[in-house]
């Protein structure tokens, strides 16, 4: 893969680079489309990692479908795709990890420890193996993204993040591969973190800026909807991830909520 990679480079042509768990969806496509647009070749990935699941998450069933994974970036017209084994990727004896403290262990990473240990060790892998110009990622993971942007500025890579804008059906609700766990009854439901975010945008536009004022706002749309039990909900910095009380600089509100037993992200850019 190294050296496909660098073949493709030949002549000064820059890389794009998708990386993904599979299970594709628009959201995956537009950011292979967003690489097509500002890069000579594009490579992407399809690898389930396992060491971002905790023990109790869903690794073993989580959608695979290699075949039209291959297929979609095939009619995207991505030059490389890259689908290691676990073997391959986390070889016998292997000890070595990559950690972003402090970034790592807020929001989604108290809720799920160790998560982002192996997000960006294993963004730390692919970057290392495909050596892109340019990396995309997607805003509906938020605290990822700012997560492996300070990664890249810390360790002095040699990639430049782009962080494109979350993709969403037309009710709203954030594309995700996990949305398929979701019966129809539960789909409806799942459009709560999505008005939740609405209605903080909407006072925000009125001109609020108190983040408890508008924080109690998305959780009084949440009480609502009884049958989703809301993991967290919070307004901070966009860089620091730490709780602000004033959004007049601009904020991310994030949240996650279980839908039955389907735990959902998403996130507003204030």
């Known amino acids: ?21 599979g299970a594709l969806h628009a959201g995956h496509l537009s950011l292979v489309q967003a690489a097509r647009a500002q ?19 869903d690794l073993n069933k989580y959608p695979r479908d290699l075949n039209r994974d291959r297929e979609l970036l095939e009619k995207e017209k991505v030059d490389l795709l890259f689908a290691p084994s676990a073997e ?15 970034l790592s262990e807020r929001l989604e990473g108290k809720s799920r420890p160790g998560h982002f240990r192996g997000v960006a060790t294993i963004v730390s892998k692919l970057f290392h193996i ?3 110009d340019r990396a995309y990622f997607g805003q509906k993971d938020a605290q990822q993204a700012v997560i492996i942007r300070k990664m890249v500025r810390d360790l002095d890579m040699g990639v430049e993040v782009v962080v494109c804008p979350t993709v969403r059906e037309s009710d709203g609700l954030a594309l995700s591969s996990r949305n398929v766990y979701l019966n129809p009854e539960e789909r409806k439901q799942a459009l709560v973190l999505y008005r939740a975010l609405c209605r903080v945008q ?3 536009d009125q001109g609020e800026r108190g983040a408890r004022k508008l924080r ?16 967290y909900l919070e307004i901070v910095d966009k860089d620091s991830l730490e709780p602000v009380q ?5 904020a991310l509100v994030v949240t996650a909520a279980f839908v039955g037993k389907t735990r959902l992200i998403d996130n507003l850019v204030l």
């Open 1 to 21: 893969m190294r050296n496909a990679c660098r073949e493709l480079k030949q002549g000064g042509r820059r890389l794009g680079f998708v990386p993904t768990m």
């Open 39 to 57: 890069c000579g070749a594009v490579a992407a990935s399809v690898f389930v990692n396992p060491t971002q699941f905790g023990p109790n998450e």
């Open 88 to 102: 391959e990727m986390y070889p016998p004896g292997a000890v070595s990890w990559v950690t972003v403290e402090r």
């Open 130 to 132: 495909v050596e892109p």
């Open 202 to 204: 909407s006072l925000a």
């Open 216 to 231: 109690d706002a998305a959780l009084q749309v949440f009480g609502g909807e009884k049958q989703v039990r809301m993991d």
């Open 246 to 250: 004033d959004v007049s600089r601009g």
